[in-house]
């Protein structure tokens, strides 16, 4: 296996500082007492020789000594990345697709532990609020959007532009609303196609933060966006998506891109290291000898942004453009939710032209879900074990490069975060997650015990971990072809029954024959909307995992 080059901090030329230290042979006195008994020199030199075994067998199970696995990433034991000032709150953070948002009720997200809400008023203009009301406390994202206004329904007061309250249906004849019924705005940008949210209410914002994704602003660049909501933290969703290595594996003939056989050493460059992330070049090693070969480019930004880039120049020079971006907002402990777009300036061939939106929609479903067993039980050791990843990850230069230097990202900015999980330092979340279906890990749990079960029984289960909760109600394009093919199927189903109905009466051979023929026509589109809409709402199930 072709080994990487990798540059600082992954090298060093410094001796481990972590070997043990061999006691010095004492000169005087030759016997040393331990309790009662005398301990002679030689007896004294034996014990190091022994020590000096055990230390060494330690280094070799541990994998500490540089020259025992060069395909291990080197760590300078001891050193610790600098801490950089950090302040989560003064972020953006991708908040919605902008044509998924609802026109006709409001929307109840979550940025870390912070709930907002999100409407359309009667104008078309998007409002994001703190999801309560300040007269009781309840969710506004329980409410209705009514007279273009935002009303709760508790007790029906309504809200407008900046937060004020405009009306409360109990307060008395001449009595004024009070000042204190207004609401806590946030500041929300339509970049792009995705509402991007600005947490901090103490800083301006920093317009400038807001990344500009220049593939998707070229002529002729049509992209497939997605939305969904995963039941693990966003460090370890970013950590999988940043980790080409357990495509081939993990993903095999989901597509025609994934193989197993083609699982092999991958090389990693990285180009750019400062506090915001981190970029770099990456590829098959065997590909690197190719002429003219050109190598993904891979971009961490933050606080969440993650792009995978390539350029192909085809046989006449023309140049192609491909990306793969993947915007993740930390949605509270073990939840997060990932807007994916996969886009490209090539001409799509005829065949793939056929498929419909929502086929590639249910296909990005089921990538997540064969990674989901994966990664909530990852996400449940984390929090068990509470250590830093670097005690209990095994980084290989050949694939895990991009984790590293995520991880060590965390170590510098962390400090400015609720809570994170960095190569050599944590911070766990001050107070328990609350949860409305289920304690902090449950999901991840069930995940892990069960993967990709999806939900129990019914695709409106309250379950977090089905697909139709994950995607589909996020989805305006996937819920409207759901609302489609069930209508479609029960319109199909009575059809068939009056049909088959109408065969047994008629005594006509030929009307038998043909009413019989329609029937079963019904019957074949019955099944084809009934597999469109499991396609849509129920998980990927691996075969060897199937009951």
């Known amino acids: 296996m072709a080994l990487l080059q990798l540059s600082q901090p992954f090298l060093s030329d410094a001796k481990n500082p972590n070997f043990p230290q061999i006691n010095k042979t004492?000169?005087?006195?030759?016997?040393?007492?331990?309790?009662?008994?005398?301990?002679?020199?030689?007896?004294?030199?034996?014990?190091?020789?022994?020590?000096?075994?055990?230390?060494?067998?330690?280094?070799?199970?541990?994998?500490?000594?540089?020259?025992?696995?060069?395909?291990?990433?080197?760590?300078?034991?001891?050193?610790?990345?600098?801490?950089?000032?950090?302040?989560?709150?003064?972020?953006?953070?991708?908040?919605?697709?902008t044509q998924n948002i609802p026109d006709d009720s409001p929307l109840g997200l979550t940025v870390f532990d912070k709930q907002v809400v999100l409407y359309r008023d009667g104008d078309g203009d998007l409002w994001c609020y703190e999801d309560r009301c300040p007269h009781r406390l309840a969710k506004l994202s329980e409410g209705q959007i009514f007279d273009g206004r935002l009303e709760c329904l508790y007790h029906g007061w309504q809200f407008e532009g900046n937060g004020k309250c405009v009306k409360i249906p109990q307060l008395s004849t001449g009595a004024k609303i009070p000042q204190s019924a207004c609401l806590k705005t946030y500041e929300i940008k339509d970049s792009q196609g995705v509402v991007w949210i600005w947490m901090s209410h103490k800083t301006p914002s920093?317009?400038?933060?807001?990344?500009?994704?220049e593939n998707f602003d070229r002529p002729g660049f049509r992209d497939i966006s997605t939305i969904h909501e995963l039941p693990y933290d966003h460090s370890i969703l970013l950590e999988n998506l940043m980790d080409p290595a357990h495509v081939p594996i993990s993903h095999d003939r989901t597509d025609f891109t994934a193989k197993r056989e083609d699982a092999t050493s991958l090389f990693f460059e990285v180009t750019e290291r400062n506090e915001r992330g981190f970029a770099g070049n990456w590829g098959r090693e065997r590909d690197r000898s190719t002429p003219d070969y050109i190598p993904n480019f891979l971009r961490f930004e933050a606080p969440c942004v993650l792009q995978n880039n390539r350029e192909i120049i085809g046989k006449n020079g023309e140049k192609d453009y491909f990306s793969g971006l993947f915007l993740c907002r930390p949605s509270g402990q073990g939840k997060s939710m990932l807007i994916v777009r996969f886009g490209n300036t090539r001409k799509p061939p005829a065949l793939l032209r056929i498929f419909p939106k929502w086929y590639f929609h249910q296909n990005a479903s089921k990538v997540f879900e064969q990674d989901m067993g994966f990664l909530s039980s990852q996400n449940e050791i984390l929090l068990k074990e509470k250590v830093p990843t670097r005690e209990l990850y095994i980084n290989l230069k050949s694939s895990d490069t991009w984790v590293s230097e995520y991880r060590k990202w965390m170590d510098k900015v962390g400090h400015g975060m609720p809570y994170y999980f960095g190569h050599s330092t944590i911070s766990l979340p001050e107070n328990p997650a609350v949860v409305e279906h289920a304690p902090a890990g449950f999901v991840a749990n069930f995940s892990a015990s069960q993967p990709a079960k999806g939900g129990i029984g019914a695709m409106y289960a309250p379950n977090p971990a089905n697909r139709y909760f994950r995607h589909v109600v996020h989805c305006k394009g996937c819920m409207g072809v759901l609302k489609s093919f069930n209508a479609w199927k029960k319109g199909l189903l009575l059809a068939a029954l009056v049909l088959a109905a109408t065969a047994i009466l008629v005594s006509g051979r030929q009307?038998?024959?043909?009413?019989?023929?329609?029937?079963?026509?019904?019957?074949?589109?019955?099944?084809?909307?009934?597999?469109?809409?499991?396609?849509?709402?129920?998980?990927?199930?691996?075969?060897?995992?199937?009951?």
């Open 26 to 97: 004492l000169k005087k006195p030759t016997t040393i007492l331990i309790g009662r008994k005398p301990v002679l020199h030689h007896q004294l030199k034996k014990k190091q020789n022994l020590q000096k075994l055990s230390a060494l067998a330690e280094e070799i199970s541990t994998g500490l000594h540089e020259e025992d696995d060069q395909s291990v990433i080197e760590e300078v034991i001891g050193k610790k990345e600098e801490a950089v000032s950090y302040d989560w709150t003064e972020e953006w953070y991708p908040l919605y697709l």
């Open 206 to 213: 920093n317009t400038k933060k807001i990344p500009f994704f």
């Open 511 to 547: 009307w038998k024959a043909l009413l019989l023929v329609s029937t079963a026509l019904c019957l074949a589109g019955v099944q084809i909307c009934s597999t469109a809409i499991s396609m849509n709402t129920t998980n990927f199930i691996r075969t060897h995992r199937r009951l």
